[in-house]
């Protein structure tokens, strides 16, 4: 689906500085290449101060008359269930040690904003006694995740996901490699569909670990988010987060886009046409999370 523009007769530019001109190339590259929008980029030598990125903006600026709720029952964007490869080989290891000072004391996993599953077979290899809760606004993406617990399952797929549901072969690949040599099994896996800022179903304090992989930058209330998994958690319980830094050239220009646009909605990697986009860095989530009483 196409996201209805309002045209404007001046284009909005963004402006970035940067001594690293090899980073400003890449990012300029990302641009043209990757981003749902279009953009007339140029790289300006500013001499010995710094490189230069322009980005014009020619495409006028996205208007979404939907309300947030059209997007929440159907897989928007396929990309925007796709975990990254690192994020997984991450998890491997942190899970590892944790299965290993928790001594098998973690019962009961939460996998908010799960999406395909892409990380329910890992959960499932390091905790295979506990049982795991998959949780997510989208149904669609939910029950999908329950037909593919396995790899075989997804390659059986792949003329579907390509053919109807819209998938590259290389995001195909992904989903199969997510579900590493075991799979998981369906009947461990609690496939639940619920706003992760309202979890009433699940009971305080009665979660071991919980894990938000690239969620917590799409939700609409971060800080009420972190409330409800706090009240869930039981007390020696771990949270997982992982999400985009944007501590980096990339947040400066998403600053200037999103007040462009006047929601939060820029996305320079393209994964998120039509979703909410927060800015996140390393220092203003851990502020967050110190105020939530989850550090």
Avoid at 27 to 49: C, W
Avoid at 58 to 76: C, E, F, M, N, W
Avoid at 142 to 161: G, I, K, M
Wanted: net charge negative.
């Amino acid at each position: 689906m196409q996201v209805p523009y309002e045209q404007t007769p001046d284009p909005a530019w963004g402006h970035v500085r940067s001594f690293n001109h090899a980073r400003l190339q890449a990012l300029a590259n990302a641009f043209t290449t990757q981003s749902p929008y279009s953009y007339s980029v140029e790289i300006k030598d500013a001499g010995a101060e710094a490189g230069s990125l322009i980005i014009a903006k020619t495409q006028g600026i996205p208007v979404d008359h939907k309300p947030a709720k059209y997007y929440s029952g159907r897989l928007v964007s396929p990309m925007s269930f796709v975990s990254c490869d690192y994020n997984r080989q991450v998890f491997d290891e942190l899970f590892s040690s944790i299965a290993t000072e928790s001594q098998g004391q973690v019962r009961s996993v939460v996998d908010a904003g799960s999406g395909l599953g892409f990380n329910l077979a890992m959960l499932h290899k390091h905790f295979p006694q506990a049982r795991v809760s998959a949780i997510d606004v989208s149904e669609d993406a939910l029950a999908l995740s329950q037909r593919l617990p396995d790899a075989q399952a997804v390659e059986q797929a792949r003329e579907e996901l390509v053919g109807t549901l819209g998938f590259k072969h290389s995001w195909v690949d992904a989903l199969k490699r997510s579900r590493l040599e075991q799979g998981f099994i369906p009947g461990q896996v609690e496939f639940v569909t619920a706003d992760l800022h309202n979890l009433r179903q699940i009971p305080s304090g009665s979660i071991d670990l919980i894990l938000l992989s690239e969620v917590i930058e799409h939700v609409e209330r971060p800080q009420e988010l972190l409330n409800e998994l706090h009240r869930i958690l039981s007390d020696n319980g771990r949270v997982v987060i992982s999400f985009p830094n944007y501590f980096n050239v990339a947040g400066i220009v998403k600053l200037v886009q999103d007040h462009r646009f006047g929601r939060r909605c820029w996305d320079p990697y393209g994964s998120h046409k039509e979703g909410r986009e927060n800015l996140f860095t390393s220092f203003s989530l851990k502020h967050l999370l110190r105020s939530k009483g989850l550090t």
